[in-house]
């Protein structure tokens, strides 16, 4: 058990909707980062937050969005789905943003399928 | 960009034999270099990391070496279990510049271990 949790396990929803994939880090890490994981394009870097605010972008669509809450959680949203955002979403976290071989520990995973 | 190539398999060995998984990574900087590995159904763990050039990451058993000359950091294990079965990932963060914090991964590689 990583310390890292995200809710709900599992999201089945239909193209045009939006949906929240919600993401608790570690007690005492400040940074929170998130992922996609798909068949065809593997694990891709989403988004960061540091302490309530967005440190660094990947590879997030415009449909995407996150933010990170004073008691440091974390909500991705997802809108105007599409059949290819049918993926596996992880979060993780860190203790800081320091660069260099900070350990991210990742959490279990929203699945979420479009129909 | 930053990229990390690794071989996809599926890897099949039995038990007990001798297992090399390889990565090499292009990036601008010097980066630190991670294996995580992820057992069916749950999230990404990290299995060990090095942070700069010559360093050596183990952990149960595994290892790899962090050879700048040749930008690898391949996996080894000498003797592997059934309870190895699961996917590999190599990934690196850049350790400077004004990049982005998240992680760049391979494809991942999935290992087979038969009794």
């Known amino acids: 058990d990583s310390g890292v949790t995200q809710t709900p396990k599992h999201l089945i929803t239909a193209t045009g909707q939006r949906v929240t994939l919600r993401c608790s880090p570690r007690?005492?890490?400040?940074?929170v980062y998130w992922y996609q994981q798909s068949l065809d394009q593997g694990l891709q870097f989403l988004i960061q937050y540091y302490n309530g605010e967005e440190r660094a972008k990947g590879n997030i669509l415009e449909r995407f969005s996150a933010q990170q809450f004073p008691d440091l959680h974390s909500e991705l949203n997802l809108s105007s789905l599409e059949l290819g955002d049918s993926a596996l979403y992880f979060c993780?976290?860190?203790?800081?943003?320091?660069?260099?071989?900070?350990?991210?520990?990742f959490g279990p995973g929203t699945r979420l399928l479009v129909l | 960009g930053d990229s990390v190539t690794q071989m996809e398999g599926p890897v099949t060995l039995s038990e007990e034999a001798f297992l090399t998984i390889n990565c090499t990574y292009t990036a601008t900087g010097y980066p630190s270099l991670f294996w995580y590995v992820q057992y069916p159904g749950e999230g990404l763990q990290l299995l060990l990391k090095?942070?700069?050039?010559?360093d050596k990451g183990s952990n149960k058993g595994f290892e790899a070496t962090y050879r700048k000359e040749t930008t690898s950091f391949h996996l080894e294990k000498g003797s592997v279990q059934v309870s190895d079965s699961a996917v590999y990932f190599c990934?690196?963060?850049?350790?400077?510049?004004?990049?982005?914090?998240?992680?760049?991964f391979g494809k991942g590689t999935h290992l087979i271990i038969q009794p």
């Open positions: 090095a942070t700069k050039a010559d």
């Open positions: 993780a976290s860190s203790a800081s943003p320091r660069r260099g071989g900070e350990t991210q520990y």
């Open positions: 007690s005492g890490d400040l940074s």
């Open positions: 990934a690196l963060m850049e350790n400077s510049g004004g990049g982005a914090d998240g992680l760049t």
